[in-house]
């Protein structure tokens, strides 16, 4: 297994263009997070499937973002009508459904809005 | 709200010095602390955790322990390699089903030769 991987791993898009976002878990992983990270901060929780199921979203999920994880294995982030302020690295994360276990990492979406 | 306070960086060493990072956290509930790194160009990897009150994490010569009365979790090394360089986050879980994570705004360590 090779890990989180994310693809793209750099998006430019022009304010009000529509972008989508891959991330692909490791495989026996039943949860899958996003997060936002800006430029010198700390990442921030977006949403979290369990399976194929969202069972949590952040408030900093407006409603031109949306996530989906059909059939429980990749997913997908959506962006729609981006703005600069959506300018930031979008991180995903994997983990087992156990407390307290360790989430995995992918290396992040780049996504520039100009 | 739950939050995470780390000290600011940047964070300059020379090789074989002793390293401190400072994190203090706010939580309403029992959280799980973490320690994350992020190696240039790399993705975040757990350093080492704690999930309740004493218990000492440990990792690659990188220790932190969970203390409830000051609500801290102190990262520290006791002699930094120049492949120690990278930014380190620390995090907590808040508790309950999610396991959702809090972060640090992270403490960039550059460690020279």
């Known amino acids: 297994d090779t890990g989180v991987s994310q693809d793209p791993r750099h998006k430019i898009t022009k304010r009000g263009q529509n972008v989508t976002f891959r991330c692909d878990p490791i495989?026996?992983?039943?949860?899958l997070y996003w997060y936002r990270q800006t430029l010198g901060q700390g990442p921030e929780f977006l949403t979290y499937?369990?399976?194929?199921?969202?069972?949590?979203k952040s408030r900093l999920l407006s409603d031109r973002f949306s996530a989906e994880r059909p059939k429980g294995s990749f997913s997908t982030l959506e962006i729609q009508r981006t703005e600069q302020g959506d300018s930031a690295m979008y991180l995903c994360?994997?983990?087992?459904?156990?407390?307290?276990?360790?989430?995995?990492f992918g290396q992040g979406t780049r996504l520039t809005v100009v | 709200g739950d939050s995470v306070t780390q000290m600011e960086g940047p964070v300059t060493l020379s090789e074989e010095a002793f390293l401190t990072i400072n994190c203090t956290y706010t939580?309403?509930?029992?959280?799980?602390l973490f320690w994350y790194v992020q190696y240039p160009g790399e993705g975040l990897q757990l350093l080492l955790k704690?999930?309740?009150?004493?218990d000492k994490g440990s990792n690659k010569g990188f220790e932190a322990t969970y203390r409830k009365e000051t609500t801290s979790f102190h990262l520290e090394k006791g002699s930094v390699q120049v492949s120690d360089s990278a930014v380190y986050f620390c995090?907590?879980?808040?508790?309950?089903?999610?396991?959702?994570?809090?972060f640090g705004t992270g403490t960039l360590l550059a460690v020279q030769p």
């Open positions: 995090a907590l879980s808040p508790g309950g089903a999610t396991n959702k994570l809090i």
């Open positions: 939580a309403t509930g029992y959280p799980s």
């Open positions: 994360a994997s983990s087992l459904t156990v407390q307290n276990t360790e989430a995995f």
């Open positions: 495989s026996e992983h039943n949860r």
């Open positions: 499937f369990q399976n194929e199921a969202q069972l949590e």
């Open positions: 704690a999930t309740k009150a004493d």
